[in-house]
């Protein structure tokens, strides 16, 4: 029900934009955003973006990425720059609507040193 794409691989400094569209039977929701997962860690939420454009960050993604959202398309963007190394993970993208989460498959980023 969101379909998130974009991921892939690229060398540390590079840039990558995830995208994470919600379906036509979900919409208008509230906050979207992003976690992450790498092997053997805990899974992390990125950053996260609220139906009026207010947005959270992790310290890791604080002056490197930039989340955005269209809500007339109901999508959501992260914009990954001066990319490093650590920021290799599985990239889930969620969107929530009054107490339902609803997630996205996984897209792989890998950043190569």
């Known amino acids: 029900q969101l379909q998130a794409s974009g991921g892939g691989l690229v060398q540390a400094g590079g840039s990558l934009r995830l995208s994470c569209a919600a379906s036509?039977?979900?919409?208008?929701?509230?906050?979207m955003g992003w976690y992450r997962q790498a092997p053997g860690k805990q899974r992390e939420l990125v950053a996260s973006?609220?139906?009026?454009?207010?947005?959270n960050y992790a310290d890791s993604a604080k002056g490197r990425f930039t989340i955005s959202r269209d809500n007339a398309r109901n999508t959501a963007y992260l914009q990954m720059n001066s990319l490093k190394p650590e920021d290799t993970a599985v990239y889930y993208c969620?969107?929530?609507?009054?107490?339902?989460?609803?997630w996205g498959q996984g897209t792989q980023v890998t950043v190569s040193s």
């Open positions: 969620y969107g929530d609507r009054y107490s339902t989460r609803y």
């Open positions: 036509g039977s979900i919409f208008s929701l509230d906050s």
């Open positions: 973006i609220t139906s009026d454009g207010s947005t």
